[in-house]
C-alpha cells in the first residue's frame, strides 16, 4: 500500500531466551544466522514499506549498530526508545507519534520483534480499510501442543492426529492501525488490556483470520529450533522446484 509505515516493537529482554538474549534484545536473535528483525524488514521491503519506526529499549544499541538510519535496507528506519518501560500499548502510541505527516487514510503495521511470518501485508491493508477498522488483529489457528487420540463408539481408538489445528484463531501479534488510534492508546500499559477491549466495544476492532502462512513467535529455544527446521525445509522445498530453477550452462 502507497506511503505505508511499521512499527516494529523490539525492546523485549526475551527472559526465556537466555543465553542468546545476554547481550542482545530478542529481536536481534539469529535464525540460519540472520537477527529475527532482518527477516522482519525484508518481508516490509516486498510491500513497499519505506519507514520503519523500531521501539527499543533494553540494549538498543545493538540494534541501532545493525540497522543504522536504513539506508542499506532501500528504507528509512528511525528510533523510539523508551527511557522508561512503557508496556506495549505505550510503546506503539509513542512511536506513533513519531511518525510524521500521517493522513487519516493511511495504515500503519505494528507488530511484535519475536515474529518472522509470510502473511500478505497487502491483503491486510485491504481488509483494514474495507472494513473501517481502527485496528485490525490478525489471527493464526490455534494448533493443539499434543497429539490428539479420537475415540469412536464404545471408547474405541479410531485413529491419532499429531498437533492438529484446533477450531480457534489466535492474535498473531500483528497488527494494521488507522492513525487516530493514538488517542486511545495509552501511556503506559497493554493495548490488548485498554484499547482493544475499548474498540471491541465500539466495532471497530476486526480480525483479519489467516490459514496456511508461516507464522512463528519465538519466545523459547524450542521455537528457534522449531522455526529453523521449518525455513530449512521451506528453503530446500523452494530449491528443489524444477520450474524455479535456473541452470548454469
Not at 511499521?6 to 540472520?34: F, H, N, Y
Not at 491493508?125 to 481502527?134: E, G, K, N, Q, Y
Not at 492474535?171 to 500499559?189: E, H, R, T, V
Request: hydrophobic letters at 40%.
Amino acid at each position: 500500500m502507497e506511503n505505508s509505515r511499521a512499527i516494529i516493537l523490539a525492546g523485549g529482554q526475551g527472559q526465556r531466551l537466555r543465553p542468546l538474549t545476554s547481550d542482545r534484545p530478542k529481536c536481534m536473535v539469529e535464525i540460519l544466522g540472520t537477527p529475527i528483525i532482518a527477516f522482519q524488514l525484508h518481508w516490509l521491503r516486498c510491500y513497499d514499506v519505506r519507514h520503519v519506526v523500531i521501539a527499543a529499549g533494553y540494549l538498543h544499541e545493538s540494534i541501532v549498530n545493525f540497522l543504522g538510519d536504513g539506508s542499506k535496507w532501500q528504507m528509512r528506519i528511525t528510533y523510539s526508545i523508551e527511557e522508561e518501560p512503557l508496556g506495549r500499548g505505550g510503546a506503539f502510541k509513542k512511536a506513533l507519534g513519531s511518525i510524521s505527516s500521517l493522513r487519516e487514510t493511511d495504515v500503519v503495521y505494528a507488530f511484535n520483534g519475536d515474529i518472522i511470518c509470510n502473511l500478505s501485508l497487502k491483503a491486510l491493508a485491504d481488509f483494514h480499510v474495507s472494513a473501517r477498522a481502527m485496528a485490525s488483529i490478525v489471527t493464526v489457528p490455534l494448533s493443539s501442543p499434543y497429539g490428539i487420540v479420537d475415540v469412536g463408539d464404545d471408547n474405541i481408538v479410531t485413529g491419532f492426529r499429531e498437533k492438529p489445528q484446533l477450531p480457534f484463531h489466535v492474535n498473531a501479534g500483528i497488527y494494521a492501525f488507522s492513525p487516530a488510534i493514538i488517542d486511545l492508546l495509552p501511556d503506559k500499559g497493554d493495548h490488548e488490556d485498554t484499547t482493544f477491549p475499548l474498540l471491541a466495544k465500539q466495532g471497530t476492532l476486526k480480525a483479519f483470520k489467516t490459514t496456511n502462512i508461516l507464522w512463528k513467535s519465538i519466545d523459547t529455544m524450542k521455537d528457534v529450533s522449531e522455526i529453523r527446521s521449518e525455513m530449512e525445509r521451506v528453503l530446500l522445498s523452494a530449491f528443489l522446484q524444477p520450474d524455479q530453477i535456473e541452470l548454469i550452462q
